[in-house]
């Protein structure tokens, strides 16, 4: 299976920092078709998880423009420019570029 | 408005079983492959199985295989996971997830309980 790391496991910000979190895989995430399915979700407390990003850096919709991926291959990252207070919870990046498909185990963000 | 309401879950004996329900609205849900996934107390999430439009095609995740069956009844609108010969660590919070074109969970219910104890 392949294996997301994140770091760090957890992030302090005050509002108006920007912010990174990365996500390391175990092999390439990128398809025989060359997409690369890497995916960012946010769970805010009490709620389940919802997308942010998409196919490493494709912005859902209605998902703020201060979110924004990039990477490929191993390495990705998730890029907050400034902190919101709505954006505490817990981030997790997933991948279904092989099976079975696999999350990493999450970044929690705290707001100072 | 996409929506998706998991239920079904509740206290089970090891060994036991169980069916979960997610009705979807919103959309045209014979349109769209469904995934199932599943969020441990100590909060991992864990992926257990998609299903193809028309119901024809599921894959497992290994560590549930040949216990959990997933199925879908698009004329309900609705997708169904069995769970058999359930054990402690299938205790978690189970949702239903919707894809979108070039991407899985999309759309999430809120989840359904799942607690397996004697």
């Known amino acids: 299976d392949v294996v997301l790391t994140q770091t760090p496991p957890t992030l302090s910000a005050t509002i108006g920092q920007s912010v990174s979190i990365s996500c390391r895989s175990s092999?390439?995430?990128?398809?025989?078709?060359?997409?690369?399915?890497l995916n960012w979700l946010l769970q805010r407390p009490g709620q389940p998880p919802q997308l942010l990003i998409y196919l490493v850096s494709r912005l859902e919709s209605g998902v703020p423009n201060r979110f924004s991926g990039s990477g490929s291959g191993t390495d990705f990252t998730l890029k907050i420019s400034g902190v919101e207070a709505e954006d505490l919870g817990v981030y997790y990046c997933?991948?279904?570029?092989?099976?079975?498909?696999?999350f990493g185990s999450g970044t929690k963000l705290e707001i100072k | 408005e996409v929506q998706l309401v998991e239920s079904g879950g509740s206290l089970v004996q090891p060994g036991g079983s169980l069916k979960l329900s997610c009705v979807a609205s919103g959309f045209t849900f014979s349109n769209y492959w469904m995934d199932w996934v599943r969020q441990t107390p100590g909060k991992s999430l864990e992926w257990i199985g998609e299903i193809n439009t028309d119901g024809s095609k599921t894959n497992y995740a290994p560590s549930i295989k040949d216990r959990f069956t997933i199925s879908r009844d698009n004329a309900k609108s609705t997708l169904y996971l069995q769970m058999s010969n359930v054990k402690s660590d299938d205790t978690a919070i189970y949702y239903c997830t919707r894809r979108n074109i070039g991407t899985t969970f999309a759309y999430w219910g809120q989840g359904t309980l799942v607690t397996v104890s004697s």
């Open positions: 997933v991948q279904s570029t092989h099976a079975p498909l696999t």
């Open positions: 092999q390439s995430l990128l398809h025989s078709n060359g997409n690369t399915y």
